[in-house]
């Protein structure tokens, strides 16, 4: 079936760098990409989203990428800090249908 | 309330029981969804509910699983005849609009099978 996956299941990194985490997506009729952050013993929090008529959507110290030509999505943290650590999820979705999630990624950041 | 409230926050079973999963969603929310997450995996889709219009079961994995949602606000979801493959975190979303808006989640409910 349809789904959408992370390149990398970890990502590491000092304090202070900048954080890239990739996903990639089958479903060429997804129209909306959400990107969420889960701590231990919680809920995934919402981040980011954007839709498929954007390519470029800024938040606050994050920017998530669209690149329908390849189907690709990625999250971009600024100056990291320790309470980033977490895993992210990249999900996507088309009008009337609930989200799909992937697998995450686990990002650790040391001091 | 404030947001996605899941009871219990954790549940013990024996093989073969029974149980039952509470979801209060924020109030006004029409859309209502439930995911599985086995350990260390991303969510499942389960099943989706918006407004008054029919469920979307296509996620739930056997019979033995079914969910309701009573008058447009509290799910329950429910598992019948457990089984040790059922042990996972069930979490419950909830959102304004149909998928046009990123869902709240709850903290889940740890479901262990023994």
């Known amino acids: 079936g349809e789904s959408v996956g992370l390149h990398l299941p970890t990502l590491s990194v000092q304090e202070g760098d900048n954080s890239i985490i990739n996903c990639a997506y089958s479903?060429?009729?997804?129209?909306?990409f959400i990107w969420y952050k889960q701590e231990s013993g919680k809920g995934p929090q919402f981040i980011i989203d954007?839709?498929?008529?954007?390519d470029k959507r800024q938040g606050q110290r994050v920017t998530v990428l669209l690149n329908k030509t390849v189907k690709h999505l990625s999250l971009q943290i600024a100056a990291t800090q320790p309470g980033d650590s977490a895993v992210y999820f990249c999900?996507?979705?088309?009008?009337?249908?609930?989200?799909?999630f992937g697998k995450g990624t686990t990002l650790s950041v040391s001091s | 309330g404030a947001g996605v409230s899941q009871s219990p926050s954790n549940k013990v079973t024996e093989k073969g029981k029974d149980v039952e999963l509470r979801c209060d969603p924020i109030?006004?929310?029409?859309?209502l969804y439930w995911y599985r997450q086995s350990l260390g995996q991303g969510l499942e889709f389960l099943i989706y509910?918006?407004?008054?219009?029919?469920?979307?079961k296509s996620g739930l994995p056997s019979d033995r699983f079914s969910a309701e949602r009573t008058g447009g606000s509290v799910s329950t979801l429910t598992i019948q005849r457990t089984q040790q493959e059922d042990s996972a975190v069930y979490l419950c979303?909830?959102?304004?609009?149909?998928?046009?808006?990123?869902?709240?989640f709850g903290s889940g409910t740890r479901l262990t099978v023994v």
């Open positions: 979303a909830s959102s304004s609009g149909q998928g046009a808006y990123g869902y709240t």
């Open positions: 479903n060429s009729a997804s129209d909306y």
């Open positions: 954007i839709r498929s008529n954007m």
């Open positions: 999900a996507e979705n088309q009008a009337g249908t609930a989200l799909i």
């Open positions: 109030s006004g929310h029409t859309a």
């Open positions: 509910f918006q407004g008054n219009s029919a469920p979307d």
